[in-house]
């Protein structure tokens, strides 16, 4: 949404520049300057009494349409400085160096990353929402248009696609068009599924004893054959429920009466859907290929991406009265809440996290991890929270193309090394995680990350999906366990009822 400034020369003349949302201060300030014929290293601008940053755009910088700015005469003659650029990478790895303001951000990309560069079809950098898309538009762009002439700043480097729409969404997340086809293809039915986060929340586990002295082999089996009962009886569950509702709304079916009501037949649809995604989570198993230990199965990213957000325009962001007034309501209510919540000492905080963490295993009992490479190939395992991150290296290892290079995982958006030693449980990535694989040193053949075997022995996506959150579901406790629970939990306030008939100083 283009503006129109107002700026009053100090000749007493009034000039108007014509502004988009993504034009800096400075370029306000040198327009105004270039037809009024002052230098505008002498001057800066101002607002209501209020220095502007130069650096700053206009779609940051609060100023409504047809705004008022007065230039003044700076106190000291304005200077420009290096510019310290830290520029990130579709990877997340940030490269930093230092350039002069007149620096084309072409040669800006060729000093940092000439690799990287050259592998870019539409080279585009990203800065505070603007880009600048393809070689010819970065050596015409330098720092000093967007506004960098001193400090720091950091500049995305993308890879811009036809079809892309929101500029600050990483091109990582998204599988170029290729020629791969699965047979299992056409055989893909939606179901609802929750997404992977990289940082997502509890855990399913009994107790750690459990763990120990159980074998993992009967255990698992055992935990099976609970999950494929419990899906039968909600199969029965469906098919009861449905006959009811049917025998309810008519009465007794009479087989002279035809039944072609549209109610009846989208409750009959609704429920055959239901069945049939019911029964296709119970032999899910039979429809993934799996390679090797912790149910190993890998897949590519899905071609397009359903969930992506369109770029709002900024009329959005305008807020209403009503709005304001809601938001100001919100800030009350949790200042509100941080003053009365009572300050915690450390023994105290560490007993809660151990609590958080005793329900976390008491909740789940497996990890769906999968680990992404940078061809869209995806690894998925199950584990336990109690296995380290040594142990899903150690899974990625045996599927290597060469096993003996040196690689690191990590999360995103924030980078983060992790300890071999740290279970998952610590790390935080129970009931999920997804993670992103990237080799120590970059490998100048481009040769496969994973074996021959695997890429032959792709798995739907769909399917794999289905299977994680089969695996991620929460645990269920046994009646049994929950009654005895309840008898413990009573037990301690029958004894002190007894012990309280019976004052102290009665007793001998």
């Not at 503006?3 to 100090?10: E, G, S, T, Y």
């Not at 009034?14 to 800096?24: G, L, M, N």
Request: aromatic share 6%; net charge neutral.
């Amino acid at each position: 949404m283009s503006k129109d400034i107002i700026v009053l020369a100090p000749n007493g003349r009034r000039q108007k520049i014509h502004c988009t949302p993504d034009t800096s201060i400075l370029q306000v300030l040198e327009d105004v300057c270039h037809k009024q014929g002052f230098q505008p290293s002498d001057y800066e601008l101002k607002h209501h009494n209020h220095i502007l940053d130069l650096t700053t755009t206009i779609r940051f910088s609060n100023l409504p349409n047809k705004a008022t700015l007065e230039m003044v005469e700076a106190e000291k003659k304005r200077q420009e400085t290096i510019v310290t650029i830290g520029l990130q990478l579709e990877d997340g790895e940030r490269r930093t160096a230092d350039f002069p303001p007149n620096t084309s951000l072409y040669d800006l990309i060729v000093s940092l990353a000439p690799g990287e560069f050259n592998s870019l079809q539409q080279p585009t950098i990203s800065y505070m929402r603007q880009e600048v898309v393809g070689q010819s538009a970065l050596q015409g762009k330098t720092l000093r248009q967007l506004g960098l002439i001193k400090g720091r700043a950091i500049l995305r480097l993308l890879n811009k696609q036809e079809e892309s729409r929101q500029a600050n969404v990483s091109a990582v997340y998204r599988r170029p068009v290729t020629d791969v086809k699965v047979e299992d293809k056409k055989k893909v039915m939606k179901e609802p599924e929750q997404k992977f986060e990289d940082h997502p929340g509890p855990s399913e586990f009994n107790t750690q004893n459990q763990f120990k002295h159980q074998d993992p082999i009967s255990k698992f089996k055992e935990t099976t054959l609970q999950q494929k009962q419990i899906e039968q009886r909600k199969l029965n569950e469906i098919d009861e429920s449905s006959t009811e509702k049917m025998e309810t709304q008519q009465g007794p079916v009479n087989q002279d009466e035809p039944m072609d009501t549209d109610t009846d037949k989208s409750q009959q649809s609704f429920t055959s859907q239901v069945r049939q995604n019911l029964e296709r989570r119970l032999k899910i198993e039979e429809e993934v290929t799996f390679l090797g230990t912790h149910k190993a199965v890998a897949y590519m990213q899905p071609d397009s991406m359903d969930d992506e957000i369109d770029d709002l325009p900024d009329d959005f962001y305008e807020l209403s009265i009503e709005e304001v007034r809601r938001l100001y309501h919100d800030l009350q209510q949790h200042r509100i809440e941080l003053e009365s919540t009572p300050l915690l000492s450390s023994s105290k905080r560490e007993e809660i996290e151990k609590q958080a963490s005793k329900e976390k295993l008491n909740t789940y009992k497996n990890v769906v991890v999968r680990i992404q490479f940078p061809d869209n190939m995806i690894l998925q395992g199950i584990f336990t929270p109690l296995n380290t991150i040594a142990d899903v290296n150690n899974f990625i290892k045996e599927h290597l193309k060469n096993s003996h290079k040196n690689f690191h995982i990590f999360t995103t958006p924030l980078k983060e090394t992790l300890e071999p030693k740290m279970t998952l449980l610590d790390a935080k990535f129970v009931p999920c995680v997804h993670l992103h694989f990237k080799w120590t040193e970059e490998d100048p053949k481009k040769e496969p990350y994973l074996k021959d075997d695997v890429y032959s022995k792709i798995t739907a996506s769909d399917a794999a999906c289905i299977l994680a959150s089969k695996y991620r579901a929460p645990t269920r406790r046994k009646p049994e366990e929950s009654a005895q629970d309840s008898l413990k939990s009573r037990a301690p306030t029958a004894s002190t009822s007894k012990s309280s008939k019976q004052p102290k100083w009665f007793k001998n």
